[in-house]
């Protein structure tokens, strides 16, 4: 492992230097263990602790099939699902690589009793699998997280609609938060030269979801001039959501819960802002009753900072704490667009909003490949930026997974996996140079 960390750190090493150099047999890997699935149980969502069921094993090598890379990881990131599995909630993670082991006998090696998790990284292809011929051993690059069998013609025209797709190191084994990772090649995508690696691995899985479910014409199609509302928008989705907005010359109301996440939004250039703790709403009287007053409240905020717009596009993740609010505030003929449910996924919204005002729900997830492949582009064209705030090293991957889990932290958290320290990796000094000061507004906040 260490030649291969020595060969990625020179930075020139060729193609070859890197097909010569031995594999080894194990690597490291942030796992979950099939054994420790009920250790939570009596316990509630809030008291679940990522640092106890998340371990740093000795893992075998997996063998690389036809159309895949190796690739060593050099950082990766903390996402939301890395949290869902490490509290086993809703349902532990085993079940998708027990189901995705039964297609076929390639797919056999994801179902083993520990799971791998991570879905990003950044890093350096170490060989490819048969087949692969846009990819070699010795490319920077980084890695999405859509795994698609690609046979079925449902997933054709969008590779998302495909009924065997999966989000890799979710619902598939071998992830990102390790020494080396096993992805498919049409994962894979360039690393953004003006990077370092930690800052390329913390974009993919959240910009990727705000781009298709913001931007896309499969997710909002947002337009100039909208007015978004964006739930958590210093968040890991809602960071990018909030630059998606600003870029598209639309108009972002944030909501966050801090006077620091606040100014985090208003560094990257958003007006209308809602602390949501500050303005104490209180959607819910009790856990099973909505108090549409506060939505009416929420509603005339929104109009307030808007001169009397309501929003064209609410963009929804906090799931059944907000959503009968997100149905409400949007305006007649909007659109409330979903990917998550944070606080529950039984939403409870009045219908009669809905319909009388022809307003309509989307359901998105993820992005196709194409979708994720233009939301790296506008990181590499430094058109959209990073929102890593700190980065933790691979041995304290739970202690990262934990602050996202307690709403801890700011934009996303980075982990570094086979690089020494943060900073490295950066290959265009001159882009970089361009874009610091976005590109660090997120840091030690
Ligand atoms: N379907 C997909 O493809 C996809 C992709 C990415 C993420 N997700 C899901 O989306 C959700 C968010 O992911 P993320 O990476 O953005 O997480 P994150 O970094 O934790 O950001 C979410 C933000 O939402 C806000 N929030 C949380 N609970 C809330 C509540 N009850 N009411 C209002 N606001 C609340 C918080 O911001 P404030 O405290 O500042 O308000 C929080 O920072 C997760 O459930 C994740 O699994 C789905």
Request: aromatic share 8%; with cysteine.
């Given at each position: 492992?260490?030649?291969?960390?020595?060969?990625?750190?020179?930075?020139?090493?060729?193609?070859?230097?890197?097909?010569?150099?031995?594999?080894p047999?194990?690597?490291?890997?942030?796992?979950?263990?099939?054994?420790?699935?009920?250790?939570?149980e009596?316990?509630?969502?809030?008291?679940?602790?990522?640092?106890?069921?998340?371990?740093?094993?000795?893992?075998?090598?997996?063998?690389?099939?036809?159309?895949?890379?190796l690739?060593?990881?050099?950082?990766?990131?903390?996402?939301?699902?890395?949290?869902?599995?490490?509290?086993?909630e809703?349902?532990?993670?085993?079940?998708?690589?027990?189901?995705?082991?039964?297609?076929?006998?390639?797919?056999?090696?994801?179902?083993?009793?520990?799971?791998?998790?991570?879905?990003?990284?950044?890093?350096?292809?170490?060989?490819?699998?048969?087949?692969?011929?846009?990819?070699?051993?010795?490319?920077?690059?980084?890695?999405?997280c859509?795994?698609?069998?690609?046979?079925?013609?449902?997933?054709?025209?969008?590779?998302m609609?495909?009924?065997?797709?999966?989000?890799?190191?979710?619902?598939?084994?071998?992830?990102?938060?390790?020494?080396?990772?096993?992805?498919?090649?049409?994962?894979?995508?360039?690393k953004?030269?003006?990077?370092?690696?930690?800052?390329?691995?913390?974009?993919?899985?959240?910009?990727?979801?705000?781009?298709?479910?913001?931007?896309?014409?499969?997710?909002?199609?947002?337009?100039?001039?909208?007015?978004?509302?964006?739930?958590?928008?210093?968040g890991?989705?809602?960071?990018?959501?909030?630059?998606?907005?600003?870029?598209?010359?639309?108009?972002?109301?944030?909501?966050?819960?801090?006077?620091?996440?606040?100014?985090?939004?208003?560094?990257?250039?958003?007006?209308?802002?809602?602390?949501?703790?500050a303005?104490?709403?209180?959607?819910?009287?009790?856990?099973?009753?909505?108090?549409?007053?506060?939505?009416?409240?929420?509603?005339?905020?929104?109009?307030?900072?808007?001169?009397?717009?309501?929003?064209?596009?609410?963009?929804?993740?906090?799931?059944?704490?907000?959503?009968?609010?997100?149905?409400?505030?949007?305006?007649?003929?909007?659109?409330?667009?979903?990917?998550?449910?944070?606080?529950?996924?039984?939403?409870?919204?009045?219908?009669?909003?809905?319909?009388?005002?022809?307003?309509?729900?989307?359901?998105?997830?993820?992005?196709?490949?194409?979708?994720?492949?233009?939301?790296?582009?506008?990181?590499?064209?430094?058109?959209?930026?990073?929102?890593?705030?700190?980065?933790?090293?691979?041995?304290?991957?739970?202690?990262?997974?934990?602050?996202?889990?307690?709403?801890?932290?700011?934009?996303?958290?980075?982990?570094?996996?086979?690089?020494?320290?943060?900073?490295?990796?950066?290959?265009?000094?001159?882009?970089r140079?361009?874009?610091?000061?976005?590109i660090?507004?997120?840091?030690?906040?």
């Amino acid at each position: 492992m260490n030649e291969i960390r020595a060969a990625v750190l020179s930075g020139t090493a060729t193609s070859q230097d890197y097909a010569n150099l031995p594999l080894p047999d194990s690597y490291r890997a942030v796992t979950v263990h099939a054994d420790e699935v009920g250790m939570f149980e009596g316990q509630t969502t809030w008291e679940k602790d990522p640092r106890k069921s998340l371990h740093l094993d000795e893992v075998a090598l997996p063998e690389l099939g036809p159309g895949e890379a190796l690739v060593a990881v050099m950082a990766s990131a903390i996402n939301y699902n890395t949290v869902w599995t490490s509290i086993f909630e809703p349902v532990p993670t085993f079940a998708f690589l027990r189901k995705y082991g039964r297609l076929s006998e390639l797919t056999k090696r994801h179902d083993l009793p520990y799971h791998i998790l991570g879905s990003d990284l950044a890093g350096v292809v170490l060989r490819t699998g048969p087949g692969v011929n846009k990819w070699k051993a010795g490319d920077e690059v980084v890695a999405h997280c859509l795994s698609v069998e690609l046979e079925d013609a449902a997933g054709h025209n969008d590779t998302m609609l495909d009924p065997e797709q999966r989000i890799w190191g979710f619902e598939t084994n071998f992830g990102g938060l390790a020494e080396i990772a096993l992805v498919k090649t049409n994962q894979l995508m360039p690393k953004p030269d003006h990077l370092t690696w930690e800052e390329a691995a913390s974009p993919g899985l959240v910009n990727s979801t705000a781009y298709r479910q913001l931007v896309s014409r499969n997710g909002a199609g947002m337009k100039q001039g909208d007015v978004v509302l964006i739930w958590g928008a210093s968040g890991g989705l809602g960071s990018y959501a909030t630059q998606y907005a600003l870029n598209g010359g639309a108009i972002p109301v944030c909501v966050v819960s801090s006077p620091q996440k606040a100014e985090i939004c208003r560094a990257m250039g958003a007006e209308l802002i809602i602390d949501r703790n500050a303005e104490e709403y209180r959607f819910w009287s009790d856990p099973q009753t909505q108090n549409p007053k506060e939505w009416q409240r929420f509603g005339a905020r929104i109009r307030e900072l808007t001169g009397g717009e309501d929003p064209d596009i609410v963009f929804e993740h906090p799931g059944r704490e907000t959503f009968g609010a997100s149905v409400y505030v949007a305006r007649r003929g909007g659109t409330i667009v979903t990917c998550a449910s944070t606080s529950g996924f039984q939403h409870e919204y009045d219908n009669r909003y809905l319909w009388m005002n022809l307003k309509r729900i989307v359901g998105s997830h993820f992005a196709n490949y194409r979708e994720a492949w233009e939301a790296n582009r506008l990181i590499q064209k430094g058109m959209i930026h990073p929102t890593l705030s700190r980065s933790y090293s691979l041995e304290n991957a739970g202690q990262a997974a934990f602050d996202v889990h307690r709403n801890l932290h700011q934009g996303k958290v980075g982990v570094l996996c086979l690089a020494p320290g943060e900073g490295l990796g950066v290959r265009d000094a001159a882009l970089r140079d361009r874009h610091r000061s976005e590109i660090d507004r997120f840091r030690d906040v």
